[in-house]
């Protein structure tokens, strides 16, 4: 398949890669040009699209994406579909969704989970919304750069999954390192705290896949003195995203509100940006009640 691809940076830079070594062919633009084994620059995101069946981007944010689709989509071949990967807010991926559908392309929103390891390794999930037809035209794709693809409904489906799925894990990571600075003053061990609640009703991924306590459940960030894994600003973007969505479709989300502050306090005000976001813990436990 002959494939444009925009944003190669962490996430885009892999799962291009991957794409060509599957044997598309792939031309690839990218503002900072970094190079890309298998992947034929494009001096601009519309010759990248020029021709292309499926256009992928992987982009920082929806105002970007809201850009770059401007120039990308009258340069796009009829039928072609516009397969964006990025974590963007659910109004701007409607919004490029209608445009791309209106000059008759089909058009995809594919944010993913799984995190720079699963984009090299080609184990991403991907939540998608958007038509049938497009979602079969990509799948194929979707079967290289990752493991699972959900077809969640229509456009903006997808990144509705992405944010409701990370404002659960913002949540949780806190519930779970406030749960482990209360233990420790109660004095209790912090192997022990894991054995139990890691086998009951207080599980979740939070704690028994990613433990924020070092030295205690499978190695996590917090064993390599919490550097990145997911850092507390990628969070902060998916929190804030949750709450703008939370915010238009006029949604109760406390939990996602005070998580969010919290994460903003953190990136913000103290220590947390360039940390994983498992960190809360030597935060929360650094603290008392008052
Ligand atoms: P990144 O900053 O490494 O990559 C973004 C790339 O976009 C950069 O290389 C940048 O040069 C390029 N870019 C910016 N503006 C451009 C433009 N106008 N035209 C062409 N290229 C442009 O970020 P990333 O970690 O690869 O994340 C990309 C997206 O994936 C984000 O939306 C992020 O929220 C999402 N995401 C990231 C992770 C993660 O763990 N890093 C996990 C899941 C989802």
Known sequence: MKIGFIGLGNMGGPMARNLAAAGHQVAGFDLAAPVIEGVTPAATAAEAAAGAEVIITMLPNGQILRAVAAEVIPAMAPGAVFCDCSTVDVDSARAVAEQAVAAGLGALDAPVSGGVGGAAAGTLTFMVGGSDAAFATVSPLFDIMGQKAVHCG???AGQAA??????ILGVTMIATCEAFALADKLGLDRQKMFDVVSTSSGYSWSLNAYCPAPGVGPTSPADNDYKPGFAAELMLKD??????????????????Q?????????VEDEDGRGRDFSAMLPRLSARGRG
């Open 154 to 156: 229509e456009s903006g």
């Open 162 to 167: 992405k944010i409701c799925n990370n404002m």
């Open 239 to 256: 929190l804030r995203l949750s709450q703008q969505a939370a915010e238009s479709a006029d949604a109760d989300t406390p939990m996602g």
């Open 258 to 266: 005070l998580a969010t502050a919290l994460y903003t306090a953190f």
